[in-house]
């Protein structure tokens, strides 16, 4: 009773008006300013919020599910999908939540801290799936399957399946179990996107059991030593029409 005394006392707006400064300078003190630290301790002690789940330099929780890596990922890509967390395009409660409040300029620093991030990979529990699976998993990363128009993964994210910068994710390095959720949610909607709905047109002219088959067979492939995106310019296949920002996005 008497310690919460004083505080009933503190007038109402006096103590709105202290959280709302309190919280403007917090989020418009950027590591630019005069007065700031440098950089990287800067960061590094505001993505303590992220690195719980993250991991300590992003490399991911060791199934991926608690929380995806987000190391050496294309910078364009994160902020991407921190733009759909905002905006509920991709739904998910915690993500959601702890990006509510960043301002975009706070999201392009997190998500370039991440992309430059460099730690090896983990070494990904192998699904137990038969080799017939395998196989067809195989078959749909390295040559789709015409009969249902679903193109190739390599396709896209490049022969080496590292993906491209600025915004094409890699698709090695992730655990079975993430991949095949994510191939879940762009069929239900739950991971949608802006423009053009690439992974949504492919993960639905997928057969149901084929999620199981790439996810398999991508979470048991090593990702290369010093696994990065390559540079756009290394892209030597370009990208459907219908999957192009600014395109119509009608597939054939
Ligand atoms: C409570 C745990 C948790 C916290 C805290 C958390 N994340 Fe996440 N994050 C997740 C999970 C789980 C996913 C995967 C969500 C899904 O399945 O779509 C995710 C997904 C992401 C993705 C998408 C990754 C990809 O490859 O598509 C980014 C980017 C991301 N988080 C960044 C952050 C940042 C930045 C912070 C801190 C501001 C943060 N996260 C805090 C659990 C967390
Ligand atoms: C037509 C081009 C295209 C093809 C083909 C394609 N992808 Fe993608 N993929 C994308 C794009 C674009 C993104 C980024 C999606 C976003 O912004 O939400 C992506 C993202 C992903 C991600 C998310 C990575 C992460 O870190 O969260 C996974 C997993 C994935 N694709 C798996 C696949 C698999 C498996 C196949 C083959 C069956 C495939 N993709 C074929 C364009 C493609």
Aim: aromatic share 6%; with cysteine.
């Amino acid at each position: 009773m008497t310690i919460s005394a004083p505080r009933r006392s503190l007038p109402r707006a006096v103590v709105v008006l202290l959280a709302f400064c309190l919280c403007t300078a917090a989020l418009a003190a950027t590591p630019q300013s005069d007065a700031a630290p440098p950089v990287p301790d800067t960061l590094q002690q505001r993505v303590v919020a992220c690195t719980s789940c993250h991991g300590s330099q992003g490399e991911g929780s060791p199934d991926s599910l608690g929380g995806p890596r987000l190391a050496g990922k294309p910078a364009g890509y994160l902020l991407q999908q921190l733009a759909y967390f905002q905006s509920g395009q991709r739904q998910h409660a915690p993500m959601e939540y702890v990006v509510r409040q960043l301002s975009p300029a706070y999201l392009r620093q997190i998500a370039e801290y991440f992309a430059k991030q460099d730690v090896p990979y983990r070494k990904l529990a192998v699904p137990a799936v038969s080799e017939e699976i395998m196989r067809r998993g195989e078959e749909l990363v390295l040559h789709g399957d015409p009969s249902r128009a679903v193109p190739a993964c390599d396709s896209c994210h490049g022969a080496r399946l590292t993906g491209f910068e600025p915004m094409m994710p890699g698709v090695l390095g992730l655990s079975y179990g993430y991949i095949s959720q994510q191939l879940v949610s762009w069929r239900t909607h739950t991971r949608a996107a802006e423009g053009p709905y690439c992974m949504g047109v492919v993960a639905n002219r997928m057969r149901e059991s084929d999620i199981n088959a790439v996810s398999a067979w991508l979470a048991n492939q090593t990702p290369p030593v010093g696994m990065h995106p390559q540079p756009a310019s290394a892209r030597t296949e370009p990208l459907p029409g219908w999957c192009v920002m600014g395109s119509s996005g009608v597939t054939p």
